[in-house]
């Protein structure tokens, strides 16, 4: 009766012991099939970095390329009309170039309003300095764009920056 006993014990133990690891495995699987989930979602700690990141660079951007940020920034000793507006020009090119890769991490709509901001304050420029003879000083431009960029509304820079912070705010 006792070797009865002491086998039934063993038994129970060992069904008990299989059964403790079976329960270990399933969620070691789990485990690994919520952490693929979240790896096809783009959910991971890399690709949120990473798209913060974009929504940072995007913000430069958009900071840097607006009117009031341009014409402070951008030099223009001895320059005409034209050369100026040649640099502005140049920097906001080169600006969206450094940045376009930064569109794989955002919305296309977002994507799409970077894009508009950047034809737009081209084409401020441009119409600015259509105004004023090519041959006239460069602080004539500034000043003109600088008054355009005074007043409310007049640039599409603050509602990009908007938009990047509501979208970076919904990664967090």
Known sequence: MTILAITMQDVQLAVLFVFFICIAWLLAEFKGMKDELK?????????????????????LFAERISLKH?????????????DYQLALLETIRAEYEYNVSQQIYVS???????????D??????NQVAAI????????????RLLEYA??????????????????????L
């Open 39 to 59: 790896e096809r979602l783009g959910i991971n700690n890399n690709t949120v970095q990473l798209r913060l990141q974009a929504y940072e660079r995007l913000t």
């Open 70 to 82: 341009l014409v402070t920034h951008t030099t223009f000793a001895d320059a005409t009309v034209v």
């Open 108 to 118: 296309h709509d977002m994507w799409k309003a970077i894009g508009n901001l950047k």
């Open 120 to 125: 737009q304050n081209t084409y401020i420029i």
């Open 132 to 143: 004023l003879p090519s041959s006239a000083p460069a602080v004539e431009l500034s000043r």
């Open 150 to 171: 005074a007043n409310p509304n007049a640039e599409l820079s603050p509602v990009v920056l908007e938009a990047l912070q509501f979208e970076a705010k919904k990664l």
